[in-house]
């Protein structure tokens, strides 16, 4: 559904020798939310992410339409679906034994004191970080996004409309 307004363009080029003409959807148009929107808190709510929930379950549940997951993630400037989104712990165990290697998964990450600031290994009060601690952290860190309430989707998807 995101790209179905966007402007599309004839392009024509060669395969094999023969000329073809195909129609092209212009992805090069950038939509963003306003920051005005953004700012105005009575305008969004907060929603933390369960784990294995995809945009498009998130958008189903509180929309009806799981067409509008490009409306959460453009509400919370998150484009990629697994960078930007947590993983369940499982698959979060996996990355960090592929990021790490097996054996390194609990090898200290970095250390911190009593006011989570990273320190040297010597500090007065240093206590370790694993790996898995740190890439957990930033995975939670991806749980709770921003949703429009329900009743803003139609004015969201007519604004859309507008600015394409």
Do not use: C
């Not at 950038?30 to 958008?59: C, G, H, K, M, Q």
């Not at 990273?118 to 206590?127: F, H, K, L, Q, S």
């Not at 740190?134 to 989707?153: G, H, Q, W």
């Amino acid at each position: 559904m995101y790209f179905e307004d966007f402007p599309k363009f004839v392009y024509e080029f060669e395969v094999a020798g023969k000329k073809k003409v195909i129609l092209i959807t212009d992805i090069t148009r950038n939509v963003r939310f306003r920051a005005e929107l953004l700012s105005n808190i009575s305008l969004w709510d907060e929603y933390d992410i369960v784990d294995d929930e995809t945009p498009e379950i998130i958008a189903e549940k509180l929309y009806g339409n799981s067409s509008y997951h490009w409306i959460l993630m453009l509400l919370n400037e998150r484009f990629d679906y697994i960078a930007d989104f947590p993983l369940s712990y499982p698959n979060l165990v996996k990355y960090v034994e592929d990021k790490y290697g097996v054996a390194n998964k609990n090898a200290t990450h970095h250390y911190e004191d009593a006011k989570g600031y990273i320190v040297n290994y010597d500090a007065p009060g240093a206590t370790s970080v694993s790996n898995l601690q740190y890439e957990d952290r930033l995975n939670e860190s991806k749980r709770r996004i921003k949703v429009i309430t329900p009743a803003m989707v139609d004015r969201v998807i007519q604004q859309f409309g507008e600015l394409l």
